[in-house]
């Protein structure tokens, strides 16, 4: 039997990871990959910490070589090699090799294509001066390293506050620059709601990081002769001037398919290359794989984009299962992703309130602050989290939580409990790993859980932080139920205070025609005074997430307005 | 309408928090708690660390007084006070205030037992001489620091190897004494298979604690005339004398069931309460939760005791829901365990292969060892995993975890992947949070899963740790694929070396009369040379967990001996 011939494009995550399960599958295959840039299967999202100097050695960034799929899968890996066209008919692809410039062609039996995604490049003024830089491969940040070094940079702006922007920010303070970081939305880190970004911000800020959010930039301004020494100034729509000695210019990605437009296969209404369920194109001799693609939302339904490697490594073995004859799926993604910032980590899976909201689908959002372990043991950290449900099955649909310790662990069992279709009911339920070093006997899964089944149980009715700030004190009394003691480091303004101990002999100061509005520092005495309230006949609702989640929101500019003013 | 007298039998765990649950539920009932103890609502799992001075303040271990549960909750606690015994028929108990000797009764519309467990006292000669203790409450840990701040203790013997005995070790190393570690079985922490507790004996050798594993003690000596500084020589089966200045007995628990067995409430075979699915005894107006009942264990079926503190938690709520009429189940519990131990985390969940085998279920198992994050960001450490799986459906029997970052992570995740009954296609599907300080684009977990499913895929065969020693080289030959370097550092015996790069060009050295199991450090690279002879003609297996499995096996004694050697 002759061998087959699978032809790669692009031999990163998704290609890389193709490439060696088809060897795995079949032994006997030509596999051959072409790869544009000077490295094969280098870790992407390691760039950051290589520029910070987390990653000391380039070489830590190259996961392979070419030599070494050789030698143990026997791929044949060709760099700084492009593919130029497809010829479907013929089953062909025409390469050049970008060193030689010669040209030649490949046939293939099958073909994976992997070509992954390309920077925004912004429409502004000055982009293409000296100094401004992407993120994208390992060229990349050896030059924005070399940059630095070599102008001595002292003051770098990044444009973008997704996760590359704000990886790239922590890093280049670790290398102690100084650094603005500048978003065109109100908030950084897009798959959070707002309040919950608002930590991101808090913690930018204490970092010394000069934050402008909701101010896009407009040019790319030679310096002044004043500030001759920046490469630019970045110019915001506010009119701020920014001078930098370095820009890194973090817009996102689109996904790369010149080659596949070019090759007359369908895209989708984003952009991205369009797949079926078993990861192949509109040619039946072609599958796609990774940033390039859109995938299912697997929450909403919904066509997405989500440029992420975990996803892509998984497409990969998807692709080399149906390209090896072994029929798989892949159903879409969840959207789980996380991000260290400083002392912090934010992460997310499903979808979130914007979204819920952008769909018009039916949901409750619950916040609540848990420790990341018992209390009575050193060191437990609070977790800042947020659980959205559908209040008629008690579905979750996604999940966000920010805090320094313990942020990552929850977040996965919360994709995991998603991705089972888990309700509420069964997070309460969960059976999670328990000593005090590693969470409480009813561990921050369980208690979102519960506080959610409360709700569904009628137990109690909850109040979100963005509807304090427009309260009509005719018709809602704001509690606060803190100690005297909490209430002096702040407190909501308009609110009247009776600590807990004290509310069920101070019941007769309390209004029974207006509604009473309970808040605490993180929502769970409140939910207790809102349990002894209604049982004396009061009508209440539970401020959830109190304090903690509204002071986080006014990190946030605009997002006191709520939801509904423009937040999405 | 009278307000409902409800009573509780114990105020920690579970009965605690069925308190401050009926509390929310029924503003007007009048709750009584009756703690034997001289404290309620104690951190019983912080004990350990209060021993070691991890954590300093007694206090932290308390984490509510008699004052603080009545101002918050209205709740009656009576501590120092026993319920002496039940009249079902009257519905009062009879009490005793330890303190005066007074006597009394309490009426109950609904009672709640939470009494929790007792230390096993060993038949030993001379368990009852000063020095010798038990660790269940705030006085043992106060007794035991005092014993040895008193007596200047160097040495200390801990007898019992689970969770108490494990966390006691180290916390006694932590204050610089000498640590002895007794243990019975062949093994500590006995819910983890032998070849994965190996790792913690390993951890406790190299932290220089004198483990004694499958030698139980025979008595508790008093000290020859030269060891007369010494409280006791523990004296073991094997004869080795252990003097010792204080010494630790943690043998396990068993239900406190006497108040129970008086009231003729139904027992079950192992000793505890026998409860329904929703927690009721066999006496339709008294409940019972937490250390002293049985429940089912939900992989298998079986009842069992699990003295642990997350499920008694749960049961406290279950219970309260059902006694404030809002029916609520109580399935059963799965097992999930973590422990700390010096720099080691071991956790599990679910069924172990012990289980399986006893109870004649079919399974694999696959080891295996990524790391706890991405190798090219800095400080990843491997994880030790195993998966237990039944063959035919895929479902999820238990997962097993060791090792020094991310553990508890990922045995959370697998813990809800069982209670959602996922299969191992789900694990490999699983879209966990990634960037490099957390995971890795393939977890861990969708490692575990892939491996699992390239077994039932038929792709690779798997040979086990245990099946080493008894190899017949005329029908099999052991071929490890690592590299020089990794093996001059150790092999296993008898292996044949050939390092996978150059296996495709050393076939011809193989034999095709015998079946080959192929192993390298952790089982993936001989994953991919099982991959290449299968499909070049030859009859492999891939001895899964490879090296690493293998070596810490080793810890255990009588180990090697494999499964149907008595390592029940």
Not at 137 to 149: L, Y
Not at 471 to 496: C, F, H, K, M, N
């Amino acid at each position: 039997m002759k061998s087959r011939r699978i032809v790669i494009v692009g031999g990163v995550a998704g290609g890389a990871s193709a490439a060696a399960r088809i060897r795995r599958l079949d032994e006997h295959a030509r596999i051959v990959v072409f790869e544009r840039g000077p490295h094969v299967s280098f870790a992407n999202c390691g760039l950051p910490y290589y520029v910070g100097g987390e990653i000391t050695q380039r070489e830590e960034l190259l996961l392979h070589t070419p030599q070494s799929l050789w030698d143990r899968f026997r791929i044949e890996v060709r760099v700084r090699t492009e593919v130029m066209a497809i010829d479907r008919s013929a089953q062909t692809v025409r390469v050049r090799d970008l060193t030689t410039g010669e040209e030649g062609s490949e046939g293939y039996d099958a073909l994976i294509l992997a070509p992954g995604a390309v920077p925004v490049r912004p429409p502004l003024p000055g982009l293409d001066r000296p100094g401004h830089f992407f993120v994208r491969n390992v060229p990349d940040v050896e030059a924005i390293r070399d940059w630095i070094e070599q102008h001595r940079a002292r003051r770098a702006v990044v444009v973008g506050g997704g996760y590359i922007g704000l990886e790239m920010t922590e890093q280049l303070h670790r290398r102690g620059l100084e650094v603005a970081l500048v978003e065109a939305l109100p908030q950084v880190m897009a798959p959070l709601d707002p309040e919950m970004a608002g930590w991101l911000h808090r913690e930018l800020r204490s970092q010394g990081v000069h934050l402008h959010l909701g101010d896009p930039v407009t040019a790319l301004e030679p310096p002044a002769e004043s500030e001759s020494a920046a490469a630019s100034v970045v110019r915001l729509r506010s009119g701020f001037r920014l001078p930098a000695d370095v820009v890194i210019l973090a817009l996102g990605v689109r996904p790369e398919v010149t080659l596949a437009r070019h090759a007359g296969l369908a895209l989708g209404e984003l952009g991205g290359i369009r797949v079926d369920d078993y990861l192949r194109t509109s040619d039946p001799h072609i599958w796609a794989v990774g940033d390039a693609i859109e995938v299912r939302d697997r929450v909403t339904g919904q066509w997405t984009l989500l440029p992420l490697a975990g996803p892509a490594n998984r497409q990969g073995r998807v692709a080399a299962n149906n390209v090896c004859g072994r029929p798989t799926r892949y159903e879409g993604s969840w959207g789980t992703a996380i991000l260290r910032l400083f002392g912090l980590t934010a992460a997310c899976t499903g979808a979130n309130e914007k979204t819920l909201r952008r769909l018009g689908l039916p949901f409750e959002a619950v916040h609540l602050h848990p420790g990341s372990h018992a209390g009575y043991y050193p060191g437990a950290q609070p977790i800042a989290m947020k659980i959205l449900f559908d209040p008629e099955s008690g579905r979750l649909w996604g999940a966000q939580a920010v805090g320094r310790d313990g942020v990552d662990k929850r977040i996965d069992v919360l994709a995991t409990a998603l991705q089972a279709g888990l309700t509420v009911d069964d997070l309460a339920d969960l059976e999670l790993a328990y000593a005090p070093p590693f969470g409480s006997a009813k561990d921050p899964v369980n208690l979102a859980g519960m506080a959610a089944q409360n709700v569904r149980q009628g137990l109690v009715r909850l109040a979100q932080w963005h509807e304090v700030e427009r309260l009509d004190p005719a018709r809602t009394l704001l509690l606060d139920v803190r100690s005297a003691e909490e209430r002096r480091q702040g407190a909501i303004p308009g609110s009247v205070h009776i600590p807990l101990p004290q509310l069920r002999d101070r019941l007769q100061e309390l209004p029974r025609d207006r509604e009473i509005i309970v808040a605490c520092a993180s929502g769970q005495r409140s939910y207790f005074a809102c349990r002894v309230l209604e049982q004396h006949g009061f009508r209440v609702r539970n401020l959830t997430g109190s304090y903690r989640t509204w002071s986080a929101a006014r990190e946030t500019p605009g997002a006191a307005a709520g939801p509904s003013g423009g937040m999405a």
